[in-house]
């Protein structure tokens, strides 16, 4: 489904209407962290207004957990009882993609050894024309287990799309994620840490 899909924001069709987004447009998501991603938005109709619905592996890249979206000054919005990260929606115009490196991360390839393009990487963008951010994971679900990627490199700007004339780089050893799982996920527990920005007051803008 889109929102098991690492490229994919879901928003309700009302929302996307005030924000002038169509079925498809490019969005850059960013926190407030000074972390953004490139996103291809999705209508769904039952995502609630003010929120936007996205996969574990874009909440990792955000580093956020609840998504609650800025509203305009002229908005209100209900306040919810659990706690959301704010972040905010901009239309964005990729450039095509000529060149991207991206490598595994050692732990979901453990024991595992061939070509990274054939076994995993082909499948995952080939036709797929998916939005990519330099710096960001993703993970791709192939002979049965989760192999997460980091994106290393992308020319010629750092949030593209990936296309079929894209040159796709995976040569090289694998990372030790062991700092990118302690930079992203919380104290044993699955979740991220809570920092005290997610606390702090509603902005009001776009």
């Given at each position: 489904s889109s929102l098991n899909d690492n490229s994919s924001a879901l928003m309700h069709p009302s929302r996307m209407d005030?924000?002038?987004?169509f079925r498809g447009d490019h969005?850059?998501?960013r926190g407030k962290r000074r972390k953004?991603?490139?996103?291809?938005?999705?209508?769904?109709?039952?995502?609630?207004?003010?929120?936007?619905?996205?996969?574990?592996?874009?909440r990792n890249n955000l580093q956020v957990r609840y998504l609650q979206l800025l509203l305009p000054k002229k908005s209100t919005h209900t306040k919810y009882q659990r706690l959301s990260d704010l972040v905010t929606v901009q239309l964005h115009h990729?450039?095509?993609g000529t060149f991207i490196k991206v490598l595994p991360l050692s732990s979901s390839l453990?024991?595992?050894?061939?070509?990274?393009?054939?076994?995993?990487?082909?499948?995952?963008?080939?036709?797929?024309?998916?939005?990519?951010?330099?710096?960001?994971?993703?993970v791709?679900?192939?002979?049965?287990?989760d192999a997460r990627f980091k994106v290393?490199?992308?020319?010629?700007?750092?949030?593209?799309?990936?296309?079929?004339?894209?040159?796709?780089?995976?040569?090289?050893?694998?990372?030790?994620?062991?700092?990118?799982?302690?930079?992203?996920?919380g104290e044993g527990d699955g979740h991220f840490r809570v920092w005290f920005d997610d606390i702090g007051g509603y902005n009001e803008q776009i």
């Open positions: 005030e924000l002038n987004l969005v850059i998501l953004d991603t490139l996103l291809v938005v999705l209508p769904d109709i039952e995502c609630h207004p003010n929120s936007i619905r996205i996969n574990r592996v874009v990729a450039a095509t453990e024991g595992l050894t061939g070509d990274w393009f054939l076994l995993f990487l082909r499948t995952y963008f080939v036709e797929q024309y998916r939005p990519l951010r330099k710096g960001d994971t993703f791709v679900h192939a002979h049965m287990r290393i490199e992308t020319r010629p700007a750092d949030s593209i799309i990936v296309e079929s004339n894209t040159i796709i780089d995976c040569e090289g050893d694998p990372i030790n994620d062991e700092e990118e799982r302690e930079d992203e996920e």
